[in-house]
């Protein structure tokens, strides 16, 4: 078996030319991600290196398309019976983001409860709102807990003052961002 010549470099440049430097499948360009040439009809089958068998091609085209000719289906065409298991698998996956949507605002709604009940205020920062659906993600319910807990106790080291509102707020964003901090 004698080992296959790579294409050159100028014919691969000649064919990124010709294609106007876009993948020919889905117009993706260098920007977007690297270019590669494809064989329009695969080597393994049979395929040559002639320029008319050769064209510009992203990396997700080009790997996903492999050696399948462009001509052969692997998914049924028109299958009804996969379009309506798809259509409900998007039902589904809907349905599950809105329950997700809900119980971050419960939770949320919880934590902002935790935080005026622990430190003894009616009203809560109205930055809490936007910063704490966030941080559920990114420390879960449990820790957002203890924080408020480490805020409360910490509060009662401090003589009351006006600020002392404003004072909370930030030390509980810097345990936050103390948390983010690699140790």
């Given at each position: 078996?004698?080992?296959?010549?790579?294409?050159?470099?100028?014919?691969?440049?000649?064919?990124?030319?010709?294609?106007?430097?876009?993948?020919?499948?889905?117009?993706?360009?260098?920007?977007?991600?690297p270019?590669?040439?494809?064989?329009?009809?695969?080597v393994?089958?049979?395929?040559?290196?002639?320029?008319?068998?050769?064209?510009?091609?992203?990396?997700?085209?080009?790997?996903?398309?492999s050696?399948?000719?462009?001509?052969?289906?692997?998914?049924?065409?028109?299958?009804?019976?996969?379009?309506?298991?798809?259509?409900?698998q998007?039902?589904?996956?809907?349905?599950?983001?809105?329950e997700?949507?809900?119980?971050?605002?419960?939770?949320?709604?919880?934590?902002?409860?935790?935080?005026?009940?622990?430190?003894?205020?009616?009203?809560?920062?109205?930055?809490?709102?936007?910063?704490?659906p966030?941080?559920?993600?990114?420390?879960?319910?449990?820790?957002?807990?203890?924080?408020?807990?480490?805020?409360?106790?910490?509060?009662?080291?401090?003589?009351?003052?006006?600020?002392?509102?404003?004072?909370?707020?930030?030390?509980?964003?810097g345990?936050?961002?103390?948390?983010?901090?690699?140790?």
């Open positions: 078996m004698s080992k296959r010549k790579a294409i050159s470099t100028r014919t691969r440049f000649e064919i990124f030319k010709r294609d106007g430097f876009r993948c020919v499948y889905c117009g993706t360009t260098p920007t977007d991600g270019l590669h040439v494809d064989h329009v009809e695969a393994a089958n049979g395929g040559s290196d002639d320029p008319s068998n050769l064209v510009t091609a992203c990396d997700r085209c080009n790997l996903g398309k050696s399948v000719p462009l001509d052969e289906h692997r998914v049924a065409v028109g299958d009804p019976a996969r379009a309506r298991e798809h259509a409900e998007i039902r589904q996956f809907m349905s599950a983001q809105k997700l949507a809900a119980a971050k605002q419960e939770a949320t709604k919880q934590l902002i409860d935790l935080w005026c009940s622990t430190l003894g205020v009616d009203e809560y920062h109205h930055n809490l709102d936007a910063t704490l966030k941080a559920l993600n990114e420390f879960g319910m449990v820790r957002l807990m203890e924080a408020i807990s480490i805020v409360a106790s910490r509060r009662s080291d401090w003589a009351y003052k006006r600020d002392a509102y404003e004072r909370d707020i930030k030390y509980f964003y345990i936050l961002r103390r948390w983010r901090e690699p140790a």
